[in-house]
C-alpha cells in the first residue's frame, strides 16, 4: 500500500488547465494582452481621447424575443460592454441612442407602416438591453417620438451633432442595432457631419444578412472605416 493516493493523471490535470486558459482567453499567451490600465486588449484599443462612442438601439424589441428581433441581436451587447468599459478609462464620451416611439407612431404595421409595433415609450421593450453596462455619464440620445415621421438616424433633429461639436469629437466608432437600418443611417450622418467615422462591425446586426450587405457597401463608399 502506498502513502500516496491515486489522485487524477497529471497529464489529466493540465490538459483541463489548458482548456479553462483557452476559454478565458483569445490568444495562447495570456499575459500579452493585459494592458498597462489593466484591461484585455482587443479592437476596442483603438478608441482615443477626442473620440465618442455611439451606441444605437440596442433596445429589448431588437433582441431575440422582441417584438422586431434582430438575428442575435443581443450578441452585441458584450463586445459593446468592452468598448464602453474602454470609453470609461479614458474619459470617451459614450451616447447610447433610443427608438421612442408613440404607441400609435406612423411606421407601425397598424398606422400602415413597415414595422411591427416596437419601441413604445415606457414599455419593457423600449428599455435598454439589461446586460448592456451603460455608466451614469452615457448621454441618452432619444428618437422616434413624433407621431408623424420616423428618425432612423441619431443625429436627425436630436442635437447629437451639436453636442459632439461641442465636446471637440473629431472621431466617432458606431455600433448596435441594426446594421442596416439605424446603424447606417447613424454612421451615414455622421460622415455628413464630418466625423470620422468607423463601424463596429463585431457589434452590429442587420435586420436581414441582404440588407446588412447593402449597408455595409453604402457606408463603406460614403467614408466609414469598416472596422
Ligand atoms: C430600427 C426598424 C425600425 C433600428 C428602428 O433601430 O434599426 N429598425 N425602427
Ligand atoms: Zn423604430
Known sequence: MSAKEPGPKPEHKEELLDEALDESFPASDPASLVQPEGGISGPEDALQTGDALIIVDVQNDFCPGGSLPIENGDAVVPVLNRWIDRARRLGVPIYASRDWHPKDHLSFKPQGGQWPVHCVQGTDGAAFHPDLILPPEAEVVTKGDRTDRDQYSAFDSTGLAEALRGRGVKRVFVGGL??????????????????KTHLITGATKPVTPEGGKAALKEMNDAGVVID
Open 178 to 195: 441594426a446594421e442596416d437600418v439605424c446603424v447606417r443611417a447613424t454612421a451615414l450622418d455622421a460622415v455628413g457631419a464630418g466625423l
